[in-house]
């Protein structure tokens, strides 16, 4: 994520399990958190934000906590429970509250909309119904792509799971208003039986295969004029996991403010050795890019920053 205050990054470490901060001019300024199971500590970090403008809050699985912290000293000072599992792919602010991604089974929703500093969160947004399908029988399809988007206005949001091209948009209570499609162009888009693709044992004959079946939607993110950012991933496995190497071409689309149509599949130029995370923050998009520099056996990484630019775009009907 991007400070807007001063431009600084925060970069949650999943590896170390606590929130880096870096100066523009890439030196390390703070730390937030620690790995364990106490207060400000991770077992699992993964999503952070800036709560107003002195808060920073980190999301950490397993345990399911949001930690929050002192943007000045990095001290802790307190915790704010939340069921489900959190996305990656946008949070927003929105008359003091968040509102945050989370597949919550339980519930059987989406997204939640936290009232800081109040303790209830608010689970909004039916999970859509090819998870619901899919949790139903062997659950594949709802395990491989899991992570959830969301972006908040004041009246609405626009909440979607990585697995599916639909972006829903819906009022701050969850009610449905309108199911969106974006069309696709150059990415892969995501076939119409992508449920029954993951939860067959036989469509797949290996992990490669299944990252590269569909594409996979990454981010929901808010432009000053209201429109919208949308981000997907067309990944690709080289070997397997654990120790295969996920890469992904990304592509970004933009929807227009009345919802109505969309400029797509602008492709992100960056090196591709390794699948990207990524955030929007006034008008501009943010990549955090790897390469492996093998002479050395060290990990080269940066931070690549693009203008967002619509004045060449076909604009396209949303179906």
């Known amino acids: 994520m991007v400070d807007t205050a001063d431009g600084s990054f925060f970069i949650s470490d999943f590896f170390e399990n606590r929130i880096l901060r870096y100066a523009r001019d890439g030196n390390l300024r703070q730390f937030y958190g620690r790995p364990g199971d106490g207060p400000g500590e991770f077992r699992a970090i993964s999503t952070a934000f800036i709560l107003g403008d002195s808060i920073v809050v980190g999301a950490g699985g397993g345990r399911n906590l949001l930690q929050l912290f002192s943007k000045h000293d990095g001290n802790s000072v307190g915790e704010q429970s939340y069921t489900g599992r959190i996305g990656t792919g946008g949070v927003s602010m929105v008359d003091g509250g968040v509102v945050f991604p989370t597949r919550d089974l339980p519930n059987r929703t989406i997204a939640a909309a936290w009232r800081y500093p109040e303790a209830t969160m608010d689970y909004v947004v039916p999970l859509p119904e090819p998870y619901e399908r899919?949790?139903?029988?062997?659950?594949?399809?709802?395990?491989?792509?899991?992570?959830?988007?969301?972006?908040?206005?004041?009246?609405?949001?626009?909440?979607?799971?990585?697995?599916?091209?639909?972006?829903?948009?819906?009022?701050?209570?969850?009610?449905?208003?309108?199911?969106?499609?974006?069309?696709?162009?150059?990415?892969?888009?995501?076939?119409?039986?992508?449920?029954?693709?993951?939860?067959?044992?036989?469509?797949?004959?290996?992990?490669?295969?299944?990252?590269e079946a569909a594409s996979s939607m990454h981010g929901l993110y808010r432009l000053s004029?209201?429109?919208?950012?949308?981000?997907?991933?067309?990944?690709?496995?080289?070997?397997?996991?654990?120790?295969?190497n996920i890469t992904s071409e990304v592509y970004l689309s933009i929807i227009a403010p009345d919802r109505t149509t969309a400029c797509v599949d602008a492709p992100v130029p960056y090196s591709n050795e390794m699948?990207?995370?990524?955030?929007?923050?006034?008008?501009?998009?943010?990549?955090?890019?790897?390469?492996?520099?093998e002479a050395e056996g060290d990990l080269m990484t940066w931070v690549r920053v693009y203008r967002i630019d619509t004045s060449g775009c076909s604009w396209l009907d949303l179906h």
């Open 134 to 211: 899919s949790i139903a029988g062997l659950g594949r399809f709802a395990a491989f792509q899991s992570f959830g988007s969301v972006v908040a206005w004041s009246d609405t949001l626009l909440s979607g799971m990585s697995g599916l091209n639909e972006i829903y948009l819906s009022t701050m209570d969850g009610v449905l208003l309108d199911t969106l499609l974006l069309p696709n162009t150059t990415r892969r888009g995501v076939p119409p039986d992508v449920q029954e693709l993951f939860d067959d044992l036989q469509s797949f004959g290996s992990m490669t295969e299944m990252f």
């Open 275 to 293: 699948r990207p995370v990524h955030t929007v923050a006034r008008d501009t998009l943010f990549l955090l890019d790897r390469r492996l520099n």
């Open 225 to 244: 004029d209201g429109s919208t950012v949308v981000l997907h991933h067309d990944s690709s496995l080289e070997g397997e996991l654990p120790l295969g």
